[in-house]
């Protein structure tokens, strides 16, 4: 089985597709995507569909909609190869033995296939391991081939409940951790003007995330563009402001400080303004505001590294717990 959700929910079986049109089944789908290979007990599909209460005949509801996914499921093991004898369909498993009834609740059996979910987590683990060990080039990698795997939105599509809403957050978060250290990794490749562009876009959809804000300034400074860089902490000082009332972090308030003080001791240098950053030089930074080896020493914040990397499959939220 192949299982795409990180840019909406695709979910094939032999190349067939699986995944329903209609709204409840699709939901019910992408509730056992997320706790693929593990039971889901009926109470949280039963929370999932119908947040504020199960009306009467839910049970019976539920058993419907899986009805339905099995002989999606049926008819994929079917078509998958038309030209393929009667008798070898036989020798392949059941939608039954696929979308398996246990007590308590539904599994779905992936049968070991592809799931992008667990792809990215193995390769933002193997990244994040790289960055540990100072190993730029291959973390920018890694971390690179994770963020591939993003299409969109995760779950695009899908009404989603409150149990997903969670698994959303909690993938969306992830992404933002392993875009994070993939910045850094490549600031600490020299890769500053390549990266301006991207980080521009980045902010205007994240308007209070400040490592994404702390690295488009120490690009912008490293392109000989100070003001620039000044330019966009102060819009993020007035987002933080009208979000929370609010004032950066005490790291974005060394690294603001540490820009106004490399602008003020170099200068303004004579292409700093009408030069591409793409094509802009680096400016020359007195030693004690240079970026060693990531950024700006006054702001070198700490590698985020989950504790310790669990394989995919290990890390996993409890069919119970969905988050």
């Not at 488009?216 to 009332?245: F, H, I, N, T, W």
Request: with cysteine; net charge positive; glycine share 8%.
């Amino acid at each position: 089985m192949d299982v795409r959700i990180l840019g909406g929910l695709s979910v094939r079986e032999n190349g067939v597709s699986i995944t329903p049109t209609a709204a409840a089944p699709r939901q019910l789908l992408a509730l056992l995507t997320a706790s693929a290979d593990q039971l889901v007990p009926v109470t949280v599909l039963t929370e999932e569909l119908w947040p504020s209460g199960a009306p009467r005949g839910a049970r019976a509801e539920l058993q419907a909609h899986i009805a339905e996914l099995r002989t999606l499921i049926a008819g994929a093991l079917r078509g998958a190869d038309p030209a393929e004898p009667r008798q070898a369909w036989a020798d392949r498993p059941s939608a039954e033995a696929i979308l398996v009834s246990q007590p308590g609740g539904y599994r779905l059996d992936t049968g070991g296939g592809v799931h992008d979910v667990w792809q990215f987590e193995r390769a933002a683990g193997a990244g994040y391991r790289a960055m540990e060990a100072g190993d730029l080039s291959r973390a920018a990698l890694r971390l690179g081939e994770a963020l591939a795997l993003w299409r969109g939105d995760p779950y695009a599509g899908v009404a989603a409940g409150p149990r997903l809403r969670r698994e959303i957050e909690r993938l969306e978060t992830s992404r933002l951790s392993v875009l994070d250290q993939w910045m850094e990794a490549q600031l600490g490749l020299g890769r500053h003007a390549e990266l301006v562009s991207e980080l521009t876009g980045l902010v205007s959809r994240y308007r209070t995330n400040e490592p994404l804000h702390a690295h488009l300034m120490v690009a912008l400074l490293r392109c000989g563009q100070p003001d620039q860089a000044l330019a966009v902490y102060e819009r993020l000082r007035v987002a933080l402001k009208g979000q929370s009332g609010m004032e950066p972090s005490a790291r974005l308030r060394r690294l603001h400080r540490s820009v106004i003080a490399v602008r003020d001791t170099a200068g303004r240098p004579a292409y700093g303004v009408r030069t591409s950053a793409r094509y802009a030089p680096a400016p020359s930074v007195p030693a004690q505001y240079a970026p060693t080896p990531y950024v700006p020493a006054q702001y070198a914040p700490t590698p985020y590294v989950p504790a310790p990397y669990a394989p995919a499959r290990d890390r996993l939220v409890p069919a119970g717990s969905i988050n």
